[in-house]
């Protein structure tokens, strides 16, 4: 699948009735695969859906932690639609979790994690995107172990939020969760950002053109 897309909601078809993790999967209304565009730049990673993006199906919406997300977003100028739409109309920019369902009290294991992985690995490998953001501290400590020669116990979201870290193949630019920031750290994620988009930040590694 390339840019011309029919869908930003599970693009790539993946399993919605995923039955991987037997803790999760009796527990939880739906899978939440990602949502964007599938010819994004930035690929935005959280570490499981809350109870308003399972109900709606889509990553980081329906909540104040979402529509602080999607206000984000659009200052950037990679959402065109409302905060509050739960279908919100991104371009260049695509959502997903590291576990894609919700347990109602708890939040997923490693194991649930590392089950997930591959749902991921397959996303970031169709979209070959320039920029990881890894959103709060556990997916930071996940895509930095992944995706960065850092060790994982030096990776703080709040000392990291607002800059990037060099990857392998990518650049990480971490974003403290959006139900934890301030106006001060959502205005000094903006600012950065911009600045970041008006750089040479894409690489070498033969993306088509957009």
Not at 181 to 192: H, K, L, R, T
Request: charged fraction near 30%.
């Amino acid at each position: 699948m390339d840019a011309e897309q029919e869908t930003r909601r599970n693009p790539y078809g993946m399993d919605e009735d995923c039955r991987n993790c037997p803790g999760l999967c009796d527990q939880r209304e739906r899978v939440v695969h990602g949502y964007g565009d599938v010819g994004a730049d930035f690929v935005f990673v959280g570490a499981s859906p809350s109870a308003a993006s399972e109900a709606a199906g889509v990553p980081f919406v329906g909540d104040e932690a979402g529509e602080q997300f999607q206000f984000v977003l659009g200052s950037v100028g990679l959402n065109y639609s409302l905060p509050s739409s739960t279908e919100p109309e991104l371009e260049n920019a695509y959502v997903t979790y590291l576990s894609r369902c919700r347990h109602p009290d708890r939040a997923a294991t490693e194991d649930e994690v590392r089950t997930c992985e591959p749902y991921l690995n397959a996303d970031v490998r169709m979209i070959n995107p320039e920029v990881l953001v890894p959103v709060g501290q556990r997916a930071l400590t996940e895509l930095g172990e992944e995706y960065t020669t850092e060790p994982a116990e030096n990776l703080d979201v709040e000392e990291l939020h607002a800059s990037t870290v060099r990857g392998r193949g990518f650049e990480l630019a971490p974003m403290i969760h959006p139900r934890e920031q301030s106006d001060n750290d959502a205005d000094e994620w903006i600012a950065f950002f911009l600045a970041l988009q008006d750089t040479d930040y894409r690489q070498t590694k033969g993306r088509r053109g957009r």
